[in-house]
């Protein structure tokens, strides 16, 4: 059954996300604060709007993906903001990862409109928005949550329910320790191998075939054995998700050590201005540390 759908954000992940939507036979109203980012979707069938009111004036159910918590928070309660021209009933789906907290104050006040909404940040990168096999997290009431899952399924393939608001945020702050975490840990090892003499793409082939093989060691192994870091997901983006995950942290107290410390190295690749590079150029910080590299 087609869907009227507001679309605010179509950038290298929203993009093909929209165009998934579309492809599954609804109909799009789309938004994007630079109107190239609108073009390729217009072609494609969608009608542009002026502003995330507009949009929703037109939906039933409205996606969001921008950068950050700040940015959410505009898109849905500032000047000309879906808040303003939301249908009583109409769902929120933002799809962006922000701050868990924030995630449920923002429900919270959409619920007092009669404003339904889903937290369901995603995993996957621009290849997973592009062959609609991201792996969603959601956050909400369980009947929003299986009213908006055909339209997830035009996304994705793996599609969780994690709990109520904010709790998809929380998947995807986990997700990002992981990843996070397991970068480091195969930059330090391919570092250690280069350090000793030994092939790294021989030893990263070893280990890939044990306990130590990841999709991590696979894809981004690969990259820092090129020293290419085409992004797949940027420096500057990661950063500000483990600086939610540190946020986050601080407020519950909870010890995260691990994270921090690759919180730091992304720290030192922003001051090295590496913001637009692929987050496996964490290598080139412990290059540098041990006397590597640049």
């Known amino acids: 059954m087609s869907v009227n759908i507001g679309f605010i954000g179509p950038g290298i992940m929203g993009g093909p996300m929209a165009h998934n939507l579309i492809k599954g ?3 799009l109203w789309v938004y994007a604060r630079r109107p190239e980012a609108m073009a390729s979707l217009l072609a494609a069938g969608a009608t ?3 502003t995330p009111a507009e949009v929703a004036k037109h939906a039933d159910v409205i996606f969001t993906i921008v950068s950050d918590t700040p940015d959410v928070e505009q898109v849905i309660f500032g000047a000309n903001g879906i808040a303003g021209s939301a249908r009583v009933g109409a769902v929120i789906v933002d799809m962006s990862t922000i701050s868990p907290s924030a995630t449920k104050q923002f429900a919270e006040r959409l619920a007092k409109q009669g404003i339904e909404m889903l937290d369901a940040p995603v995993s996957g ?4 928005a592009i062959n609609g096999t991201l792996s969603i997290m959601a956050g909400g009431k369980a009947e929003v949550f299986e009213r908006v899952r055909p339209l997830f399924e035009c ?3 793996n599609i969780v329910h994690i709990g109520s608001n904010g709790a998809g945020q929380v998947a995807k702050a986990c997700n990002q320790i992981v990843v996070a975490v397991t970068i480091e840990a195969v930059a330090e090892a391919l570092t250690f191998a280069r350090k ?7 030893v990263r082939e070893a280990l890939l075939g044990g306990f130590a093989g990841s999709k991590i060691m696979e894809v981004h192994g690969q990259r820092m054995l090129d020293n290419d870091f085409k992004p797949g997901f940027k420096v500057g983006l990661h950063q500000k998700d483990m600086r939610i995950v540190m946020e986050t942290a601080h407020q519950l107290g909870v ?3 691990a ?3 690759v919180t730091q190295h992304l720290n030192a690749l922003m ?4 913001t637009e590079l692929d987050s496996s150029a964490v290598v080139k910080v412990i290059e540098r540390m041990s006397g590597m590299g640049e």
Do not use: S, V, W, Y
């Not at 000793?196 to 021989?202: C, E, I, L, T």
């Open 25 to 27: 036979g609804h109909r």
């Open 259 to 261: 994270a921090a410390l």
């Open 125 to 128: 990168g621009e290849t997973g």
């Open 196 to 202: 000793n003499g030994a092939d790294p793409a021989r």
């Open 255 to 257: 010890a995260l050590p």
């Open 48 to 50: 542009g709007c002026a």
């Open 271 to 274: 001051g090295t201005n590496d």
């Open 155 to 157: 996304m994705g393939k």
